[in-house]
């Protein structure tokens, strides 16, 4: 993969691109010939590390550090991007935090810090994305969890949920000059805490029967990107768990 500065498609911000899903989503738009800004809250490693890795294929890439958590102010991030990369065009939110815990569990902090990184940042990174770079594409990354009533992880399913309907609303009133589409995922890359056994009871609550692959998200990614008459559609890859009441993800493992 070499890539020119002259064949750049744009450039595209990835949040919480360090790591995980959000490398995938970095390393196919870097496929794609998009320039990457790659932002990270806590992986300064992982985020100079796959830095270099891209760097290293000819990518035109930087990172970014920022703390949804705190009160800053979020638009700065997209000023911040667009001084070294004017040409920003494309906003993949995916940075999320996930935490367990019912409603009766819950405390003000954790209710707090998961509407703060899982909505409001991807609300203000769209609302600034808007006013600074007029055009392009925003892709929320949600959670096929929407589809069900999971209350064992209460704040953050209202706080994909929220994100949904963001996607939503933001579609409309930023149309026609930014697209704005999600991808709700289903079992991909489970958090490294998830037991096989857990892995096993999902995938039982499956339709196709199979755990998805990171390429099955990267390419709706791509989807999304290039089908210009897609417009505020959540893209559940899931292999059809929440189509189905009795999906596993409607319950609660233990
Ligand atoms: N993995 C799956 O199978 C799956 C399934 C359904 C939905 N999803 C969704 O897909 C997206 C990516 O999933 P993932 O599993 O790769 O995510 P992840 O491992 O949970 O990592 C998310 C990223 O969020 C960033 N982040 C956390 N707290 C932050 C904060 N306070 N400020 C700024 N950034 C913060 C982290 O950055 P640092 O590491 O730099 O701290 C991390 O890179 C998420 O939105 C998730 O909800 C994933």
């Not at 070499?2 to 919480?16: D, E, F, I, P, W």
Request: proline share 3%; glycine share 6%; net charge negative.
């Amino acid at each position: 993969m070499q890539h020119s500065k002259k064949m750049s498609k744009g450039t595209a911000l990835v949040t919480g691109g360090a790591v995980r899903l959000g490398k995938i989503f970095c390393a196919s738009l870097a496929n794609a010939g998009y320039d990457l800004a790659i932002h990270y809250n806590s992986s300064f490693e992982q985020a100079a590390v796959t830095a270099e890795e891209f760097r290293d294929k000819g990518v035109n890439c930087e990172t970014f550090q920022f703390d949804f958590s705190k009160k800053n102010d979020v638009s700065d991030l997209i000023t911040n991007v667009r001084k070294q990369f004017p040409d920003l065009n494309v906003l993949i939110n995916s940075a999320s935090v996930y935490d367990q815990a019912t409603i009766m569990e819950t405390p003000e902090l954790i209710l707090e810090r998961q509407f703060k990184v899982n909505f409001q940042a991807p609300y203000l990174l769209t609302q600034a994305f808007a006013q600074q770079c007029k055009t392009g594409n925003v892709i929320n990354i949600i959670d096929n969890k929407i589809a069900f009533n999971q209350y064992q992880y209460s704040a953050y399913v209202l706080s994909k949920k929220s994100l949904a309907e963001f996607t939503r609303l933001a579609a409309v009133e930023l149309a026609p000059d930014v697209r704005v589409n999600a991808i709700a995922p289903g079992v991909v890359l489970p958090a490294s805490v998830r037991s096989q056994d857990y892995i096993d009871w999902r995938i039982d609550g499956i339709p196709l029967k199979h755990q998805g692959e990171t390429d099955n998200i990267a390419q709706a990614l791509l989807y999304l990107l290039s089908n210009e008459f897609v417009c505020g559609q959540i893209l559940f890859v899931d292999g059809g768990e929440s189509l189905t009441n009795t999906g596993q993800n409607s319950a609660n493992h233990e």
